[in-house]
T-cell receptor, first 113, second 111 residues
Framework: QQKVQQSPESLSVPEGGMASLNCTSS?????YFWWYRQHSGEGPKALM?????GDKKEGRFTAHLNKASLHVSLHIRDSQPSDSALYFC?????????????FGKGTLLTVTP | DPKIIQKPKYLVAVTGSEKILICEQY?????MYWYRQSAKKPLEFMFS???????DNQTASSRFQPQSSKKNHLDLQITALKPDDSATYFC??????????FGKGTRLTVV
């Protein structure tokens, strides 16, 4: 069983719309959660991390963590065509092992002009 | 300018052969890693090196051997290649305890 599961597998939103991506973990030992974005032909790039319950906002991106349900979400406001990419949720067991990430399979986001 | 350089970008190898994937990083990080992304599995951690020493190994097979000749180099030698080794291999690095920076990857195809 995958320790980090993402949904949906793919998502299409119109330019200017809101994209919502979900991630659930099956391992309660995970303490840190990350969102990474990978454009075609590139390596993954970190968008943001979250480790406390609640919301964390960075520009158009808002992450939400609910540790009780082991659920993390990413909301992208005012989506742009340049946001079209593969989005990964990743988790680590501690701050000291943030290099050792367990990734989900990803959500492919397409923003249509 | 790419700060983590991986060579080659694409690689085709014959089953049973040996290949070396090259990685150099110019971010000044002391820790470097290898990750693998295959069609069947999510991106997965393989190795961690810090100050040129192996810190963590999550790869079961000894056919995968990291090699660090300099602080900012971490190559990956793969021997006795199998079709299942076909994947994109990402070199990565990080400052201590913060986000991981990935290179663009080397796509390996074993035929």
């Amino acid at each position: 069983q995958q320790k980090v599961q993402q949904s949906p597998e793919s998502l299409s939103v119109p330019e200017g719309g809101m994209a919502s991506l979900n991630c659930t973990s099956s391992d309660r030992n995970f303490q840190y959660f990350w969102w990474y974005r990978q454009h075609s032909g590139e390596g993954p790039k970190a968008l943001m991390s979250i480790f406390s319950d609640g919301d964390k906002k960075e520009g158009r991106f808002t992450a939400h963590l609910n540790k009780a349900s082991l659920h993390v979400s990413l909301h992208i406001r005012d989506s742009q065509p340049s946001d079209s990419a593969l989005y990964f949720c990743a988790a680590s067991y501690s701050g000291g092992s943030n290099y050792k990430l367990t990734f989900g399979k990803g959500t492919l986001l397409t923003v249509t002009p | 300018d790419p700060k983590i350089i991986q060579k080659p970008k694409y690689l085709v190898a014959v089953t049973g052969s040996e290949k070396i994937l090259i990685c150099e990083q110019y971010l000044g990080h002391n820790a470097m890693y290898w990750y693998r992304q295959s069609a069947k599995k999510p991106l997965e951690f393989m190795f961690s090196y810090s100050y040129q020493k192996l810190m963590d190994n999550q790869t079961a097979s000894s056919r995968f051997q990291p090699q660090s000749s300099k602080k900012n180099h971490l190559d990956l030698q793969i021997t006795a290649l199998k079709p299942d080794d076909s994947a994109t291999y990402f070199c990565a690095s990080s400052p201590r305890d913060t986000e991981v920076f990935f290179g663009k990857g080397t796509r390996l195809t074993v035929v």
